[in-house]
């Protein structure tokens, strides 16, 4: 069972990045999947989640900037992150639990990528 971020980058505040996670090994389609981010120095948080259902979730700094989405034709989660600011800057992690709701606690997770680096330049 494998999850695979992809799509960080550099960008300037303001800008736009597309974060995908690809997983494969098993159907992720009944679970619950999430993006978290860790900035240095800080506690991993989550960024938002998404049930199978489709409901959201998103962390309040996010909400109203990031979307995010899932296709379980293709086992794939994405994060659309929009009007990005420079605290918005971490690794962001893809990650998947059995749960049938969005959980904020990263220990609650079975399932990890390895991570894509974000970084928001003023």
């Known amino acids: 069972v494998q999850l695979q971020a992809c799509g960080g980058g550099l960008v300037q505040a303001g800008g736009s990045l597309r974060l995908s996670c690809a997983a494969s090994g098993r159907s992720f389609s009944g679970h619950i999947m999430s993006w978290f981010r860790q900035a240095p120095g800080k506690q991993r948080e989550l960024v938002a989640g998404i049930t199978s259902g489709g409901n959201t979730a998103y962390e309040d700094s996010v909400e109203g900037r990031f979307t995010i989405s899932r296709d379980n034709a293709k086992n794939t989660v994405y994060l659309q992150m929009d009007s990005l600011r420079t605290e918005d800057t971490a690794v962001y992690y893809c990650?998947?639990?059995?749960?049938?709701?969005?959980?904020?606690?990263?220990?609650?997770?079975?399932?990890w990528g390895q991570g894509t680096e974000v970084t928001v330049s003023s």
């Open positions: 990650a998947s639990s059995g749960s049938t709701r969005v959980l904020r606690s990263p220990r609650l997770y079975e399932y």
